[in-house]
């Protein structure tokens, strides 16, 4: 049998970034023999694996349309010359056979965004060339003839499709991000304590971790406006230029000393195991990694009604879901997360419910969409 050539579009590929895993998890698990792997892209960061084949296109770019517009040409141009039997974008770019929207949809984000913006933010956005040539090329991918699939990694996501454009239902197909459920485990008494020490946290502190870079989307504003009227620390693991203006409203709320803000980790699995539960109030996600590595380290999740995870936790169960601008509720939800050495029934069932979503069913469901592609090639 000929191998598939399949060729992955990602403008920007990062080893660290949630698209990039779920492509080499995917792939570890499709293996070598039945599948010749192309990337297409503007730039790589760190060490490909011998085995797949590297396209580089990277046009000059002046600017951020520039750079979106060109990269979309290039890509376009490659994927043509090349002919490849399936071409799997992540990036917003028409003609492809697949799209995977691992950045959830457009639009819905921006209704999302101006909840939190001041009305000349709003407006800006709305006149914004950038944001509507995003919005542009979104609505010109789904409508394009050549597209046969969509991967989303959550049913929220698939809802914000059919609503905002006229893409058939069967088109979608919801395929979950796996997680190597050997590698995230839970916290060890010996791996809990000497991560607390480390952070000069107390033992017997309830201790919830937020994990992500972007702090406005992501919503660290609400985790630590939740965070201030309880006697719960938060670690805060992820990156931002606006750093000092979180850590200025902390200390305004009186809970600066109850936070500790560890920038961005290589690995982080050791500052899970030093927290009894994740807090994401994050405004628009389609399906963050940070909940499944948190909920297979034993972790109950609190977050919020647009992250897709929340379809992975029933209230009370794996964690609590609310809007992630209803402070009182978060705070609710955060002082209803035991300390997991008084309580672990809620972590126990976070992990059990994770652990069917392993890479081998990631690469059955890709397999089989792989074949349905090909047959209406």
């Not at 984000?109 to 913006?117: D, T």
Request: net charge positive.
């Amino acid at each position: 049998m000929n191998k598939l050539r399949l060729a992955i579009v990602r403008q920007k590929y990062r080893p660290d970034g949630g698209a990039e895993r779920f492509i080499s998890r995917a792939l570890e698990a499709l293996g070598s023999e039945q599948l010749e792997l192309n990337i297409i892209t503007r730039s790589w960061q760190g060490t490909p694996n011998p085995d797949w084949h590297l396209h580089i296109c990277n046009p000059p770019k002046l600017g951020r349309i520039s750079r979106e517009r060109g990269f979309a040409h290039a890509a376009r141009a490659c994927w043509e010359r090349e002919k490849f039997d399936i071409v799997q974008s992540h990036e917003r770019i028409a003609g492809c056979d697949i799209f995977r929207a691992g950045d959830g949809v457009h639009r819905v984000w921006l209704e999302q965004r101006a909840r939190i913006v001041s009305p000349w933010q709003r407006l800006s956005a709305t006149l914004s060339p950038y944001h509507r040539y995003v919005l542009r090329a979104e609505e010109e991918m789904f409508e394009a003839p050549a597209l046969k699939a969509v991967i989303c990694n959550s049913e929220m996501v698939k809802q914000d499709i059919l609503r905002c454009f006229s893409l058939d239902a069967s088109k979608i197909h919801v395929i979950h991000n796996a997680i190597d459920t050997r590698r995230f485990q839970p916290a060890t008494e010996a791996t809990r304590h000497a991560t607390r020490q480390q952070l000069n946290l107390p033992d017997s502190a309830t201790v919830l971790i937020y994990v992500g870079s972007g702090f406005e989307r992501k919503g660290l504003k609400a985790a630590i406006e939740a965070l201030a009227n309880s006697d719960r620390y938060l670690i805060v693991v992820g990156q931002d230029k606006h750093l000092p203006r979180y850590q200025q409203l902390a200390n305004r709320l009186n809970c600066l000393d109850r936070i500790r803000f560890v920038g961005v980790q290589q690995d982080v699995q050791p500052f899970y195991h030093a927290a009894d539960g994740l807090l994401l109030p994050t405004l628009y996600d389609p399906f963050p990694n940070v909940v499944l590595e948190a909920m297979a380290c034993g972790l109950p999740v609190i977050t919020s009604t647009g992250c897709g995870g929340a379809e992975f936790i029933t209230a009370g169960q794996e964690g609590f879901v609310c809007d992630a601008l209803d402070i009182k509720a978060l705070n609710q939800a955060l002082l209803a997360i035991p300390a997991l050495s008084a309580n672990s029934a809620m972590g126990e069932a976070a992990r059990r419910r994770i652990e069917p979503y392993n890479p081998q069913r990631l690469a059955q469901s890709l397999t089989s969409l792989y074949q349905q592609v090909l047959q209406t090639n």
